[in-house]
């Protein structure tokens, strides 16, 4: 299949991949709406509520912690086991008609202020509270703005409405319902994290051999034309560039208004439906960018590349190679069956490895030029990031990029648009991402670096790539380390790789010499191979 085919769909890929975060899932939130004040200056922390009912182990549910209260136990195995009771009133407004020894006590949210439940809760002789919300959303629960100081020794724990209605139930069928609270600590460093750094590195590292590859082989074939002095010569740059879209610095800034454009619609139909048209268009990209891979990687052995010298007039799409046939099947059926199974726990294998295909064909059509076209990319792709995931908490209440990113009020666990890993060590699950465009947009430079490298001779140490894969890897682990000590909250990886990256070619480009070529032609010059200089006399 001619690649010029999918150029377009590439580009609009480059567009929708313009997600671009780093995150590790947040157990832990900060709220400033109120100040701190004693007793009132908790962060708001996921809790564990494991429950057994007649001492059989039941079902484990996930609550929050409020602003005010003793801080839970991180550790299991020193969590108490304390039995459940119902309050009487539901509300705990007022004192329970029986007297409490210990037990925490179940109580519904309203007609009052949730530290007036809990203190009301602590003198019937509570040991915790929990608050039943009245959605199955859970509520930041905080103090009241007249209460200066606050003396309360009960932990206060609230859970979703469907939780709570099961566990009083459990009660009100005169079962035993015993539970244990407490809020795990999440590692410092968790292996997914690791390997999701090296799928990142090595992404564009085989992006960037393969782009390098051709385009050497492009500038060879290119000498052999003029060296012949062949009039093919005059279509040289019609025959060099097929299969590549170059950037230019207009579309590199219009990047930003169609990324934004696009976010925003994001943002606004997020439902379930639109997710399904998001995996349908994953689904064709990541079949495009596998197939192109195979039959690449395939090319590579003397008998395939024999069968993809050979054509076939395929309706619609052209003359198509036999290769290609041969492996659409196969790209087809894998791309379904992850659609099909993406809601299972292995489906992160499918997605990720259709991701890196796409990925990887996108770095290899798609190029930046020369290093001012990059400059201003990575420039607006840097504010871009800043601006969706800080400054749009200050027009939408909350970061639109962590809120698409996470797939809020779709149904889902998340959009395709990432490549994702299961945290092994984490003891709230969940997965380690990060955004196509944290690997696409840093992936155009550090090609061009390679692809300059290998038409002006340099070797490892003296050419551009070196520098910029470091800085690349540098600034994706100082951004899993600023997500590590935010507690999990996303990070833009732009706002810590673009710096890096730009400054070590720029640097590197002045202090060699070549900062004015790679600035405007951003290739090498070259003698034209049929011109012989004469010996002087």
């Known amino acids: 299949m001619k690649r010029g085919r999918s150029y377009l769909l590439v580009l609009g890929w480059l567009y929708v991949y313009s997600v671009s975060l780093v995150s590790g899932g947040d157990i832990v939130h900060h709220d400033d709406s109120l100040p701190n004040r004693p007793g009132c200056n908790n962060n708001f922390v996921l809790v564990k509520v494991p429950t057994r009912v007649n001492g059989k182990e039941k079902e484990e549910y996930v609550g929050v912690g409020a602003r005010f209260g003793p801080t839970l136990e991180s550790k299991e195995k020193h969590a108490t086991l304390i039995k459940l ?149 005059l279509q040289v740059s019609t025959t060099s560039s097929r299969g590549v879209v170059e950037i230019t610095v207009i579309s590199a800034i219009l990047f930003v208004v169609v990324a934004s454009c696009f976010l925003i619609m994001l943002y606004k139909l997020m439902s379930f439906w639109f997710i399904e048209v998001l995996v349908v268009l994953f689904c064709i990209g990541g079949v495009e960018g596998l197939q192109t891979c195979l039959v690449a990687l395939l090319s590579c052995f003397r008998w395939f590349r024999s069968v993809g010298e050979f054509y076939v007039k395929v309706p619609f799409l052209g003359a198509v190679s036999y290769l290609t046939l041969a492996t659409c099947p196969f790209c087809i059926v894998s791309a379904v069956i992850w659609a099909v199974y993406r809601q299972y726990p292995f489906a992160w294998i499918g997605q990720d490895i259709l991701g890196i295909s796409l990925i990887i064909t996108v770095l290899q059509i798609v190029r930046v030029p020369n290093l001012k076209v990059g400059v201003v990319l990575l420039s607006c792709a840097f504010m871009y990031d800043i601006f969706w995931v800080f400054v749009s908490k200050w027009w939408f209440r909350e970061s639109v990029m962590i809120v698409v990113a996470r797939g809020d009020k779709s149904g889902e666990d998340g959009i395709p648009m990432l490549l994702k890993i299961p945290r092994m060590f984490d003891p709230w699950g969940g997965y380690s991402i990060i955004g196509f465009g944290d690997i696409i947009l840093p992936g155009l430079l550090v090609t061009f670096a390679l692809r300059y490298d290998w038409l002006a001779n340099k070797k490892l140490k003296s050419g551009y790539f070196l520098g910029a894969m470091s800085a690349y890897g540098l600034g994706l682990l100082i951004t899993y380390i600023a997500l590590n000590l935010m507690d999990g909250h996303g990070q833009p990886a732009l706002l810590y790789i673009v710096p890096f990256i730009l400054g070590t070619l720029i640097v590197l480009g002045h202090k060699r010499g070549d900062l004015e070529t790679l600035w405007t032609t951003g290739e090498p010059e070259r003698p034209c191979p049929h011109v012989r200089l004469q010996p002087q006399s």
């Open 85 to 233: 009771a119902v309050s009487d009133p539901p509300d705990c407004c007022t004192t329970p008609k029986y007297k409490l020894t210990g037990e925490v006590i179940l109580v519904h949210r309203g007609n009052c202020s949730f530290t007036t439940k809990t203190k009301v809760a602590e003198a019937a002789g509570a040991s915790a509270i929990i608050i039943i919300n009245n959605s199955t959303d859970l509520f930041k629960m905080v103090c009241e703005k007249g209460e200066d100081v606050l003396d309360i020794n009960i932990p206060v724990v609230m859970l979703p409405l469907d939780a709570g209605s099961s566990l009083r139930k459990f009660v009100d069928g005169n079962d035993t319902v015993t539970l244990q609270l407490y809020s795990p600590k999440r590692p410092a460093v968790d292996v997914a994290e690791v390997f999701l750094w090296l799928m990142a590195v090595g992404t564009i590292l085989c992006a960037s051999y393969w782009s390098a590859w051709t385009a050497r082989e492009e500038a060879i074939e290119q000498d052999k034309l003029l060296k012949d002095g062949s009039d093919e010569h």
